[in-house]
């Protein structure tokens, strides 16, 4: 079944066309990624989701229902959770008080402490600092915090801006570990990363979007092995 | 200066910081979650005295029940403000914000003028809440003690709602960031309107107290004191609600001792508020809580 299906998405974003008809499916359970150049509409297409950039045509839907238009707090309590680029974890709030962020919308307070529990077998490191102001922690440790924030919704569709970017690679690998630890859990995730090798590695379905159109799509493996992919994303001629 | 006097002093000192801190929060919250200096604030401190004095004089109601219907109407007042003067102009430059604020208040104290009268009224003390305490030489009103206590069980209130309760957290988080908020389902503008609706009602006690203390209203009344709990948010660090708390007495507690210890300077006593701005913001500009940071551009 499609979780996700979006058809002919089109958005402007400042002036620019960003994104010129775009249509792409996310399965359940699935990995999907999306990758590209820097300004090639990624991030635009994510936003454009959870309508932090209005559509300007096209329809979004999600588990067959029609959600273009509907306000951002609505899209979230459906059950889509982005974990935006460049982490934006609350820095003046403690870690603790990130993840209760994180579960705003829900009220069932035994689930809640079932799933900070799981953030905290996933990240024992969040669990060391919770009270701690998470400003104070380094760039990997909020990325951990970024994700266990967005698990805290308990989402059924996992959406990840660049989870990677700025990391070293040894915390790189780490998060590509953890994505793949909550995708054997039975999670959806459409990911979006400049990294497309490991992307490419661990998705299910790829799509290549190139200046707000997707030019090329196929299973990841498939599309590792694709000669303009290399040349384009891999660095390999 | 004799001890007595200066007691005195230092109980009128403590009770004027108190009125200070009360109102200097709600300039210190909304600023901290809307980045606007909210001058309209100041004027709410008269409407619920205007309330309260309406709401004994004439309606002739007991002075629990006035007070209780001035907190709520001010309350709303403040929310709707929010929502008719500011919330249309979230993604405007925060100028234009500014200039709302500012229209509002002027609207408030001009439609205080025409439709109360400019002339300062004598505000009805209530006699279960004022008298005098007498202990040795020095004699204080009730109010001194009653004052500082209201304030201070306020004070506690509302940092343990910032500190512990869910909209606590909301408001902090919203304060930092608006997007990311709205991906964890919070509704920003449900958020700001409580941080007003605080703010608001803080401001309707300490406008209800001040009339007490200082027995008289006027459309105008809240001017000054609302510039100087400003001042005071600012010293204490804008957006810091702890900072305003101090700012309020430390500011409300110099004034006092000003005048206290040279009464010939006693004409300079707003002037005073002024000069502690200037310094301030040429010292420490962050206040003494506040963070020094760039602006982000």
Redesign the interface.
């Known amino acids: 079944m499609q979780m996700l299906r979006i058809e002919d998405l089109h958005v402007y974003y400042g002036g620019i066309h960003a994104l010129k008809g775009i249509s792409l499916e996310v399965p359940e359970n699935k990995i999907i990624t999306l990758i590209g150049a820097n300004g090639a509409g990624k991030s635009t297409t994510l936003r454009a989701i959870?309508n932090?950039v209005p559509a300007a045509s096209g329809k979004i839907y999600f588990e067959g229902e029609d959600i273009t238009g509907l306000p951002?707090?609505d899209i979230?309590?459906k059950g889509i959770?982005?974990v935006?680029e460049g982490r934006?974890i609350?820095?003046?709030?403690t870690v603790m008080?990130n993840l209760?962020?994180?579960a705003?919308?829900r009220k069932d307070k035994a689930g809640i402490n079932q799933d900070l529990q799981k953030v905290f077998d996933i990240f024992p490191r969040l669990k060391e600092r919770e009270w701690q102001v998470a400003g104070t922690l380094s760039g990997g440790e909020q990325q951990m915090l970024a994700i266990g924030?967005a698990l805290m919704?308990r989402p059924r569709l996992l959406m990840m801006d660049e989870p990677s970017l700025g990391l070293a690679p040894l915390l790189v690998k780490e998060v590509f570990r953890v994505i793949m630890d909550i995708h054997k859990d039975g999670m959806t995730i459409l990911l979006i990363e400049q990294n497309a090798t490991a992307a490419l590695h661990i998705a299910d379905y790829g799509y290549v979007l190139e200046t707000g159109t997707i030019t090329l799509q196929g299973p990841g493996r498939e599309l590792a092995e694709n000669e303009q992919v290399k040349k384009a994303y891999l660095g390999k001629a | 200066m004799s001890l007595d006097v200066f007691l005195q002093n230092v109980a009128n000192s403590i009770t004027l910081g108190s009125l200070y801190a009360l109102i200097a929060i709600g300039y210190t919250m909304v600023y901290g979650i809307i980045r606007l200096i909210n001058f309209a604030h100041a004027d709410l401190l008269m409407v619920a005295a205007y309330i309260a004095f309406y709401g004994i004089l004439v309606f002739t109601l007991p002075w629990y029940v006035s007070f209780a219907i001035a907190i709520v109407l001010t309350t709303l007042l403040g929310v709707s403000i929010e929502r008719v003067a500011y919330r249309p102009l979230r993604s405007a430059p925060r100028i234009s914000v500014l200039i709302s604020a500012i229209g509002v208040s002027f609207l408030l104290e001009n439609l205080g003028i025409v439709a109360l009268g400019a002339r300062p009224k004598p505000f009805p003390r209530p006699e279960d809440l004022v008298w005098n305490i007498q202990i040795g030489n020095i004699s204080f009103l009730s109010l001194t003690i009653i004052i500082p206590v209201v304030t201070i069980i306020l004070l506690i209130m509302v940092t343990y709602m910032v500190k512990k309760t869910k909209m606590g957290i909301a408001m902090r988080a919203v304060s930092r960031d608006f997007e990311t908020s709205s991906l964890m389902a919070v509704d920003v503008n449900k958020v700001i309107a409580a941080t007003f609706a605080v703010g608001s009602s803080l401001a309707a006690v300490g406008g209800i107290m001040w009339s007490m203390q200082y027995p008289q209203v006027d459309p105008l009344m809240g001017v000054f004191p609302g510039l100087k709990c400003f001042i005071a948010a600012v010293m204490g660090g804008i957006g810091s609600i702890p900072g305003a708390m101090i700012g309020g007495f430390v500011l409300g507690i110099c004034e006092v001792m000003l005048v206290g210890f040279m009464p010939e300077l006693s004409g300079y006593r707003d002037a005073f508020a002024f000069v502690v701005l200037i310094l301030i913001l040429l010292f420490r500009p962050g206040g003494i809580l506040g963070e020094n940071v760039v602006e982000k551009v």
């Open positions: 959870c932090q951002t707090v979230v309590k959770t982005l935006p934006r609350f820095s003046n709030l008080e209760q962020m994180g705003y919308a924030r919704s």
